[in-house]
């Protein structure tokens, strides 16, 4: 019997969702965002990010019209799991933090100009920034104020775990 990706699963780790041709318009449209945003370069490869929750069955995410708690379909093959290295002590801050965020605004300005516009506004990214920051753990600083999915992916201080297609044996 080989390892799902669920098993490997934590609360705090952070679930990745790749673009692919079948993904959604939005979820298009983001990448394209991020294509811009980047002048052309590299390959967008994802279009957004959420936040294990204590029962990892659930994630904090943000999603229009704001953050919320949302049952993870753990048979997506879009999703991917990574963990903040520096985490382990730490994810119980990070995942009080997410959880402090539900039911703010999606931040609409800050998905598609870049600059985070108003107070108690986040996207994706922002909300795993800001939930990392409360447990004193720095991700995605070096993106600026709004990270891109691709962005967060390339801090050093995550770690990637696999991918629903993996056979973890």
């Known amino acids: 019997m080989s390892l799902q990706l669920k098993d490997l699963a934590r609360p705090g780790d952070i679930l ?3 673009v692919t041709p079948t993904s959604s318009f939005i979820a298009r449209f983001i ?3 991020e294509l811009l945003r980047a002048e052309g370069r590299g390959v967008v490869q994802y279009s957004h990010v959420a936040i294990l929750d204590f029962n990892t069955d659930f994630c904090i995410e943000s999603l229009w019209p704001c953050v919320q708690r949302t049952q993870v379909d753990w048979s997506d093959s879009r999703l991917e799991l ?10 119980a801050v990070a995942i009080i933090s997410a959880k ?20 108690h506004r ?7 920034q800001k939930a990392f920051a409360n447990a004193g753990i720095k991700i995605g ?3 600026g104020n709004v990270p891109t999915p691709n962005e967060l992916a390339e801090d050093p201080a995550l770690q990637f775990l696999g991918q629903v297609s993996d056979d973890l044996r």
């Open 16 to 18: 990745f969702y790749r």
């Open 31 to 33: 990448a394209a965002l």
């Open 82 to 91: 990574w963990r903040v290295s520096a985490s382990a002590p730490d994810t």
């Open 100 to 119: 402090g965020h539900i039911g703010d605004m999606y931040d609409i300005w800050g998905l598609l100009f870049g600059a985070l516009t108003a107070k």
């Open 122 to 128: 986040v996207i994706c990214t922002t909300l795993i």
């Open 141 to 143: 600083v070096s993106a």
